[in-house]
């Protein structure tokens, strides 16, 4: 069994940063991918990004370029660097990590863009 504790979400004026992590423990299970997941109100949830062996990631379209994703091994913990916040970035993020057991979700951290 993995517990995700995430923290660092919160209000922030359109155009600015939030840096989320997510602390992983319990796993006696390699990690094989972490990544981030968003939804806002009335919608799906989505892939924001993942990251594999090797540091290979994936963005979505909409944060390529302005949020980076990251894992620290010493520290079991990723994160998720947010630049540049647009309004549409509004959403519940949440952690999710993959092993070659099973996957695990974070409880989820509330983002909130104000103009």
């Known amino acids: 069994q993995v517990q995700l504790v995430e923290s660092g979400g919160g209000l922030v004026q359109a155009g600015g940063s939030l840096r989320l992590s997510c602390a992983a423990s319990?796993?006696?299970?390699?990690?094989?991918?972490f990544g981030w997941y968003r939804q806002a109100p009335g919608k799906q949830r989505e892939l924001v990004t993942t990251?594999?062996?090797?540091?290979?990631?994936i963005y979505a379209g909409a944060v390529e370029g302005r949020f980076t994703i990251s894992w620290d091994n010493a520290k079991n913990t990723g994160y998720l660097q947010m630049n540049s916040l647009k309004l549409e970035d509004t959403a519940v993020y949440y952690c999710?990590?993959?092993?070659?057991?099973?996957?695990?979700w974070g409880q989820g951290t509330q983002v909130t863009v104000s103009s």
């Open positions: 999710k990590v993959y092993t070659s057991r099973s996957n695990y």
């Open positions: 319990g796993s006696s299970f390699p990690l094989n991918k």
């Open positions: 990251i594999s062996s090797g540091d290979i990631t």
